[in-house]
């Protein structure tokens, strides 16, 4: 059995947005459901748009289940330096009843199909401008990378 | 809230630069040419000229110049009026349009300025680095890939295939070979659209429009301000500006916030979309194009694809969609590109648009959107103008 590499010293995307473990090491995305009408937002907003004003949006752990709900691949480098290509959509998270931006990854060409299921993967951003950087994405379920 | 104004306002005059690359020319010196060429077009004396909306999408970020409404206007002798810069992605130059209407039409202003101006081309090999600092481009995300994933949504959903957003490329780019002040002025075959660099799968590099430079500008005015000086006039018959709805599960085959701003300005203006005769719309990549027509209700939902390959939007078609040539190939100085489909729907009321004048045309249709957020855009604006007795 291989040890996986820790992501513990990266700094987060964004505050709160992950849940760790005891030693660190992010195991969830924390997304904000209003407690009116349990609408889940991820990232988690400061209000829900269809609740009354003060209604709270606790913090809510998202699924690390889905399935891809659009999906392209990205053929020259970003403005801050992710090397091509790379890919990433949106992932319905059924479960939580939301849909979610993320990164997907697989196995290199490989296409990515809508309605293909994925789970949840921890990284280092690869990108140039924004070294140490912990992101998040989905993975396509037969090669978890 | 209301989008019906208590008193329509009118479009005076209109100016712009051509659009492109303009290496040795400052942004000043392009928003100075273009609000010179809509003053010159209105017969307005500068003084008469009561508040200004300037936009600028990238000033801050590419030329790191601010107040650059204020700097243009100080070229021109125009001071002491009120002077507000605008920024809003895209959607900048529409939202100063926007700006200048409120006042004229709520009555505080008789006439108004709006223009906008951006130097958006970029040195080889370096990408803009607009909105950067958010969390999705962070992960990656790029303009292209937001209009990707829709394309991919829509073929999914609809079947729409490589071909027909393609076509959207090869007739813009025809249009932009009758328009002097496009930036590409040569058409482009479907194979080369199709076979182009690919960017953003399935967007190859000739679905995408080019950053550019350039500035346009239009001057608002009242009724009566208008009927001094003629019979007839354009008239601004709807401006709405929305910005999105943020649901996070919404279908992502067309924008929620365009839907609205379609809605409203039909209702304000009190005319359906068989009512209109031209159209320009934010072909900020071949899908866009698609969608707008669904959305603005051209053709029905999913039937955007056939119904441009049909050529049912080119300048013979039964309803010409940017017959400037749009941003794919007119160009897109975000700052600008909103008032440059103004100027374009103006020079068509007129019967001015030489090669690609469409016929007789009586109403325009403008709609553009920016920023991308939470599954819808950020800015949406759709502007009515009309020809109208004043």
Known sequence: MTTKPSLAALAPLRPRMFRHDENGEPVGLVAGRCVGCGRVTFPARAACSHCHPGTPVEDYFLSTHGVIYAAT?????????????????????????TRIFAPLLGPKGRPFCVGEPVQLVF?????KAIDGTLGYGFAVEDNPS | MTHLAPNNPFIAGVGMTAFGKHKNRSLIDLGVEAVQDAIEDAG??????????????????VQKETGVGQSVLMQLGIGRIPVVNVENACATGATALHLAWRDVAWGIHDVVLAFGVDKAVMPKGTVLEAGTAQFEAQLGDIFPGTFALIANRHMTTYGTTLEQMAQVSVKNHDNGALNPKAQFNKPVTLDEVLSSPMIADPLTLFSCCPNSDGAAAAIVCSREWMKARAAEGIEIAASVLASGDYEPQRDMTYWES???????AYAAAGISPRDVDLVEVHDAFTISEIVHCETLGFCARGEGG????????ALTGSIPINPSGGLLARGHPPGASGLAQIYEIVQQLRGNAGNRQIGWAEIGLAQIMGGNKGNDAQACAVHILRKAPT
Do not use: K, W
Not at chain 1, 123 to 127: D, K, L, P, S, V
Not at chain 2, 258 to 264: G, H, I, K, N, T
């Open chain 2, 306 to 313: 056939a119904f441009v390959a049909n050529g049912e939007t």
């Open chain 1, 123 to 127: 990284f280092e951003i690869q990108a």
């Open chain 2, 44 to 61: 307005v004396i500068p003084r008469e000229i009561q508040a200004a909306y300037c936009g600028s999408a990238m000033a801050a970020l």
């Open chain 2, 258 to 264: 365009e839907l609205y701003c379609a809605r409203s």
């Open chain 1, 73 to 97: 691949t990205i053929h020259l480098p970003s403005a801050l330096g992710h090397p091509a290509p790379y890919s990433y959509g949106y992932v319905e998270l059924t479960e939580d009843h």
